[in-house]
């Protein structure tokens, strides 16, 4: 336990301190009331976290896709958006 908290600051070291605040900043924080229930704490965490989109982003890395690839989903999509403006009208 010592031994990965120590290699944990002695990254941090190597970081600007631009680098360290934006680490620090993307830490999510519940605070709790006095007497609050820890699965209504954990439900605020789940969706704060869920609202960071660090998951999305985590597959979205897992693999490459190419920009004509992307911007062939962005028009099906756009099209799928449209048309369904057009049902609601």
């Keep these: 336990?010592?031994?990965?908290i120590k290699k944990t600051i002695n990254n941090?070291?190597?970081l600007n301190k631009n680098q360290f605040?934006?680490?620090?900043?993307?830490?999510i924080i519940v605070p709790l009331k006095e007497g609050e229930n820890i699965e209504r704490?954990?439900?605020?965490?789940?969706r704060k976290f869920?609202?960071?989109?660090?998951?999305?982003?985590l597959r979205k890395r897992q693999a490459f896709?190419?920009?004509?690839?992307e911007k062939?989903?962005?028009?099906?999509?756009?099209?799928?958006v449209q048309k369904l403006q057009l049902v609601e009208e």
């Design 1 to 4: 336990m010592r031994a990965e």
């Design 12 to 14: 941090y070291q190597f």
């Design 21 to 27: 605040n934006s680490i620090k900043e993307s830490m």
């Design 41 to 46: 704490a954990l439900k605020k965490f789940k």
């Design 50 to 57: 869920e609202k960071t989109g660090i998951v999305k982003e």
């Design 65 to 69: 896709t190419k920009p004509s690839v």
């Design 72 to 80: 062939r989903k962005q028009k099906i999509h756009a099209v799928y």
